[in-house]
């Protein structure tokens, strides 16, 4: 745009900034190239902020944190974080380090393995299940930290706790934006927006260079968590519910109990926020390759007539649009009662076979997404993604972080192309009868629990 009114004769004072790739924690990130204009706010389309929570949340995280919505759009949340941490540091005269020194105390394996594990995470048994609730802490970690007073000094044998007080305006205003989140769109870009700091505010408790954390706060933080979350399922149990599945701050339960008093109860035990998230028609847990329940794949039809899907491939970026439509098309047709649902398969069926004529299908609907996590000349195997990188590179630069498109020609041979007539038929064959797989499942599991009805 820049250029073309400059063609027309129209200066305006702008600076560019050249793209980059960086890396952290191993993993490679891209930042593509930005323009600041003088007098105008200008914001990235790529910005991760503005694609999660729009302009509204840009604005949010300006306010909290009083720094520039440009700014704002162009660093990461963590870097947000702390810079509230360090606003509100110096608000209350508190020396504010210049580099970060006291890392990580040396540990025996025995204490590694005590302090460091994580959250709570426990399997559901493959099947599915109706009339399910899954009830959610609301900003678990946050809530921990500023219910309970975890901070590094407050460990250290201190009597303060300023990560706690830095955090509880932040996580207040959050679960004012969550009660309030259907009535405006621009509240739920806010809650949006918070949600994304208050959990890299956790994050950072446990990196390295973090000014305020440190990795006992962090090991602090989750062992208080598994207590809670241990304390919640028996609660559950002892009100009739039976625990299906959980997760570090969610559980999935069944049973004919009373929920609200369930819902009551833990946060009388726990202190932290707790909500019903989803009322479930049905819900199906999908099993791993060696038959055990996998805690990250289901698929669930909310009571309000929407699904809840994890897992799938339909939640991949890699998975390419003909992929993608197949699925929202069969959880269409399954959207359904859990009583009903043996009586879909011949129009999953009809479905599949649909899929299954590739011909019919336009040639957009086989490009593949590749995430590119290295420099083309530090391939040592020569795969596909490679020779894609190869192709593409005649037409422009390609930079670790970055994501590009292409059509599978020749798995075998590993022949990728940016732009291509034919492809694969077998590849995408397999793609598509892997796509089929969870909603088979389904459908059989409910039909030897309906078996009158198939």
């Known amino acids: 745009m820049l250029d073309q009114m400059k063609k027309h004769g129209y200066y305006i004072n702008a600076r560019f900034y050249r793209e980059r ?30 694609r999660e929570a729009g302009i509204s949340g840009l604005f949010e995280l300006s306010r909290v944190s009083s720094l520039p919505v440009e700014i704002v759009s162009s660093i990461t949340p963590g870097t947000v974080v702390s810079s509230i941490e360090e606003k509100e540091a110096l608000k209350r005269k508190i020396l504010v380090p210049f580099r970060k020194d006291d890392y990580e105390i040396a540990k025996n394996p025995a204490e590694l393995f005590s302090a460091d594990a994580g959250g709570i995470v426990f399997n559901p048994e493959p099947g599915i299940y109706s009339d399910v609730y899954e009830i959610d802490f609301s900003s678990m970690y946050p809530g921990i930290i500023v219910e309970y007073g975890i901070s590094p000094e407050s460990i250290s044998g201190g009597n303060t706790a300023y990560l706690s007080q830095f955090l509880r305006g932040l996580l207040d205003r959050r679960l004012l934006y969550k009660y309030v989140n259907g009535r405006s769109d621009i509240y739920a870009s806010r809650n949006k927006a918070l949600k994304i ?23 602090k933080i989750t062992g208080i968590g598994r207590k809670i979350i241990a304390d919640s399922m028996r609660i559950s149990e002892e009100n009739g519910f039976t625990v299906l599945h959980g997760v570090v701050d969610s559980l999935w339960l069944s049973g004919n109990g009373d929920i609200d008093k369930t819902l009551k109860e833990i946060y009388d035990k726990t202190g932290i926020p707790i909500v019903l998230d989803s009322n479930y028609r049905w819900i199906a847990f999908m099993p791993q390759a060696n038959g055990i329940g996998s805690a990250n794949r289901y698929i669930g039809l909310r009571k309000d007539g929407t699904f809840k899907v994890r897992g799938i491939e339909l939640r991949r970026r890699d ?54 996590n290295r420099h083309i000349d530090d391939y040592k195997t020569r795969n596909s993604t490679y020779y894609l990188m190869k192709s593409l590179g005649r037409e422009k630069m390609i930079y670790p ?14 022949i990728i192309k940016s732009h291509s007539e034919f ?22 599991e409910s039909a030897n629990k309906i078996p009158d009805l198939y």
Do not use: W
Not at 28 to 46: E, L, N, Q, T
Not at 345 to 358: F, I, Q, S
């Open 423 to 444: 492809f694969d038929r077998k590849y995408y064959e397999n793609l598509l009868k892997r796509s089929f797989k969870p909603f088979d499942f389904i459908i059989s």
């Open 197 to 219: 700091l208050l959990l890299n505010s956790f994050g950072y408790t446990g990196y390295k260079n973090a000014k305020f954390g440190r990795i006992d706060v962090h090991e």
């Open 319 to 372: 998975s390419p649009p003909l992929v993608r439509k197949f699925q929202e098309q069969a959880l269409d047709a399954l959207n359904c009662s859990f009583d009903e649902l043996p009586l879909k398969k011949e129009k999953l069926d009809d479905l599949k076979n649909r899929y299954m004529k590739l011909e019919n299908f336009p040639i957009e609907d086989f490009r593949i997404e590749f995430g590119i």
């Open 401 to 414: 972080g970055m994501v590009i498109s292409g059509i599978v020609v020749d798995k075998k041979h590993n």
């Open 21 to 50: 790739t960086f890396e952290s924690y191993g993993r490679h990130s891209y930042m593509p190239g930005a323009v600041k204009i003088r007098d105008r706010i200008c914001v990235d389309y790529d910005s991760f902020v503005y």
